[in-house]
C-alpha cells in the first residue's frame, strides 16, 4: 500500500511539473512581441562564445533554457537593417571570450566595416580581450577598454595532440595506413612529434592567416605592418601599454564610454537596444527585402548518410538522406529564384558526400548556386 501511494503522489508531481512546462511554454510562444525601437537608440551588440551557422533544433523549458546564440547570418541581418534603421543612432560592439574561427570572424569584420559605411558611430568595448575580440574590435571608430584591464594580444599559435606514449605505456599499437606523406591524421597514434609536412602545412597556414591579421590592424591603426608586427611582438599588454602603443582609443570605464557617445551623438539618455530585442524587427519594416527570394541552407557538422527519415534538420551533422531532400525542395519550387549554401563541415564519408556533390550540381542546372564557405569546408571546395 505504502508504494502505490508513493507512486500515486510521484505521478501526480510529475503531472503537474509537466502541465506547468507546456503552459509557460505556450505562453512564452504566445506572447513574443516585436522589439519597440525608441526615436534614438543605440544597438548593443554583444558576441561570445561560439558563433554558429544555425541555431540548435531544442524545446525551451522554462527556467531551464540557455539563451541561444546568434549565429553569423543573424549578426549580419541586424548590423544591416541598423545601418539603414533612422532609429538606430550607434552601434556599441562588446566582445567577449570568442571562440569562433578566424574565417567567420572575418566575415563579420567585414560586416561591420559595411555599416561603418553608413556614417553612424561604430565603438567597441573591450573585456578581458584576446586577438579574436581585438581583430573585431579594429573594425570601430573608437576601440575603449577600462583603465585595469589587460589586452591579450600576442599573435597565433597552432597545436597537435599524440598520443603514441600513452598508447605505448598500455601496450597498444595502432597501424595506420598513409596515402601521401601529408595525410597525418593518423599521426596523433603513431607518433609523438610532427612530421616535417604536417609542421610545414600549419606553418604555411599560420603565416598566411597572421600576415592577414597583421595588414589588417596596421589598415585600422594607420601604421605600417612593420610597426605592428613588432607592437605584437611585445604583447600581450596592460591597459596603459595598450594605449601607448596607439591599439585602444582611450582608457575609461562603460559607463564613461558610453557619456562620451551621449556627447558625441548630441542626444539625451542613451536608449540601449540589445541586439538581440532587435533581430525581431522585420527586414520588410526597413524595405529591405528584395524581391528574387533565394534559399539560404546550411550544412553543419560532420557528413554522414543517415537514414531514409531524415527531414535534414539533424543536429548532429549532414545527412546525405536529409541534405538531399532539402536540395530537391528547393529545386522543386518555382518561387526561389537563387540558392546559397552555407557549408561549415570537416567532411566525412566519402560516398555520402559524393551524393551531396552529385544533388548540388543537378541544383546549379536549375538555378543559379553559391556555395559559402565557413571556418570548415574541405569536401564541397
Not at 612530421?195 to 597583421?214: C, F, M, N, P, Q
Not at 529545386?331 to 560516398?351: C, E, F, K, L, T
Amino acid at each position: 500500500m505504502a508504494k502505490f501511494l508513493i507512486g500515486l503522489i510521484t505521478g501526480i508531481i510529475l503531472t503537474v511539473l509537466l502541465a506547468v512546462v507546456i503552459v509557460f511554454s505556450l505562453a512564452r510562444f504566445g506572447t513574443d512581441k516585436r522589439a519597440v525601437i525608441p526615436a534614438e537608440a543605440t544597438l548593443i551588440l554583444r558576441i561570445n562564445g561560439e558563433i554558429p551557422e544555425r541555431h540548435p533544433l531544442e524545446f525551451p523549458i522554462p527556467f531551464f533554457e540557455q539563451q541561444t546564440a546568434s549565429t553569423v547570418k543573424d549578426i549580419w541581418e541586424v548590423l544591416r537593417k541598423a545601418a539603414v534603421d533612422t532609429r538606430i543612432k550607434a552601434v556599441v560592439l562588446e566582445p567577449r571570450d570568442l571562440s569562433a574561427g578566424w574565417a567567420k570572424l572575418e566575415e563579420l569584420r567585414a560586416d561591420l566595416e559595411g555599416f561603418r559605411k553608413s556614417g553612424k558611430p561604430l565603438i567597441a568595448f573591450l573585456q578581458g580581450a584576446t586577438t579574436r575580440e581585438y581583430y573585431l574590435a579594429t573594425a570601430a571608430d573608437r576601440s575603449y577598454m577600462g583603465p585595469e584591464e589587460f589586452l591579450d594580444v600576442k599573435g597565433l599559435r597552432a597545436e597537435m595532440m599524440f598520443f603514441r606514449g600513452t598508447l605505448d605505456k598500455l601496450g597498444v599499437q595502432v597501424d595506420v595506413e598513409h596515402a601521401g606523406k601529408y595525410k597525418d591524421y593518423g599521426d596523433m597514434f603513431t607518433r609523438t612529434n610532427m612530421s616535417a609536412e604536417t609542421r610545414e602545412v600549419l606553418d604555411s597556414v599560420l603565416d598566411d592567416a597572421y600576415g592577414r591579421l597583421i595588414s589588417t590592424i596596421a589598415t585600422a591603426r594607420k601604421k605600417s605592418p612593420a610597426e605592428i608586427r613588432a607592437t605584437i611582438d611585445e604583447g600581450p599588454f596592460p591597459a596603459k601599454q595598450a594605449l601607448s602603443k596607439c591599439l585602444v582609443y582611450s582608457l575609461i570605464y562603460e559607463d564613461q564610454m558610453f557619456g562620451e557617445l551621449q556627447a558625441r551623438l548630441k542626444s539625451g539618455d542613451i536608449h540601449k537596444v540589445s541586439h538581440r530585442d532587435y533581430a525581431k524587427i522585420s527586414p520588410a519594416s526597413l524595405n529591405l527585402e528584395g524581391k528574387p527570394r533565394l534559399a539560404y541552407i546550411v550544412g553543419q557538422g560532420g557528413i554522414t548518410r543517415g537514414d531514409p527519415d531524415d527531414d535534414g534538420m539533424n543536429e548532429d551533422g549532414i545527412t546525405s538522406e536529409g541534405f538531399n531532400k532539402m536540395l530537391r525542395r528547393v529545386g522543386n519550387d518555382s518561387a526561389i529564384r537563387g540558392v546559397i549554401v552555407r557549408i561549415d563541415s570537416p567532411g566525412g564519408d566519402a560516398m555520402a558526400s559524393d551524393e551531396i556533390w552529385r544533388e548540388m550540381n543537378a541544383l546549379s542546372r536549375k538555378k543559379p548556386l553559391v556555395v559559402s564557405m565557413s571556418d570548415a569546408a574541405v569536401i564541397f571546395a
